[in-house]
Antibody, heavy 123, light 107 residues
Framework: QLQLQESGPGLVKPSETLSLTCTVS??????????WGWIRQPPGKGLEWIGS???????YYNPSLKSRVTISVDTSKNHLSLNLSSVTAADTAVYYC???????????????WGKGTTVTVSS | DIQMTQSPSSLSASVGDRVTITCRAS??????LAWFQQKPGKAPKSLIY???SLQSGVPSKFSGSGSGTDFTLTISSLQPEDFATYYC?????????FGQGTKLEIK
């Protein structure tokens, strides 16, 4: 059974870089049938897609975060990573990783989610 | 960006009721729409993709319909475990966007 587990510091200082890892177990991140992504949810608010990556390294980012976001994949460790630079209090959120399954052609939907990890930006 | 608008934002219903949640896209998205259920303190759970295809393991009490700009999620015979927040999400174009959520509460 596929499982995704997010990990990383729960507290990050303003202006620093938020770094998270999502470890995939029960399946291979190198599968050609899937993309992998990051989504976040500020306290009491809705969901925001951050970006997605294919195992080959192709990435798609939300333009609202693009200048600060880097998503990468390490196939040898079967995990993906998120780096978000120059964070502010507005980046405080629960961060989720998810698998995106192929629906048709190049359209992918989120089918499996990690449990999420809470990141607070504060000095 | 494609804006996704859900209605209502909140809904009160009783156990056994049938409810319908609506999601409208600001432009046509064919059937590239997903629905998620989220309970407090938990990750979203995939319910439906392709507007009407049930995710594996999801009970048939959940059903989706629609195409283009207008979509619905219907939940029949509500049980206590169904009271949660529901989100729609389009995956037709980047950036992927979510509706603001519909909170389903017990009356």
């Amino acid at each position: 059974q596929l499982q995704l587990q997010e990990s990383g510091p729960g507290l990050v200082k303003p202006s620093e870089t938020l770094s998270l890892t999502c470890t995939v177990s029960g399946g291979s991140i190198s599968s050609s049938s899937y993309f992998w992504g990051w989504i976040r949810q500020p306290p009491g608010k809705g969901l925001e897609w951050i970006g997605s990556i294919y195992y080959s390294g192709s990435t798609y980012y939300n333009p609202s975060l693009k200048s600060r976001v880097t998503i990468s994949v390490d196939t040898s460790k079967n995990h993906l990573s998120l780096n978000l630079s120059s964070v502010t209090a507005a980046d405080t959120a629960v961060y989720y990783c998810a698998r995106l399954a192929l629906h048709f052609l190049f359209y992918y939907y989120m089918d499996v989610w990690g449990k999420g990890t809470t990141v607070t930006v504060s000095s | 960006d494609i804006q996704m608008t859900q209605s209502p934002s909140s809904l009160s219903a009783s156990v056994g009721d049938r409810v319908t949640i609506t999601c409208r896209a600001s432009q046509g998205i064919s059937n590239y729409l997903a629905w998620f259920q989220q309970k407090p303190g938990k990750a979203p759970k995939s319910l439906i993709y392709a507007a009407s295809s049930l995710q594996s393991g999801v009970p048939s009490k959940f059903s989706g319909s629609g195409s283009g700009t207008d979509f619905t999620l219907t939940i029949s015979s509500l049980q206590p475990e169904d009271f949660a927040t529901y989100y729609c999400q389009q995956y037709y174009s980047y950036p992927y966007t979510f509706g603001q959520g519909t909170k389903l509460e017990i009356k």
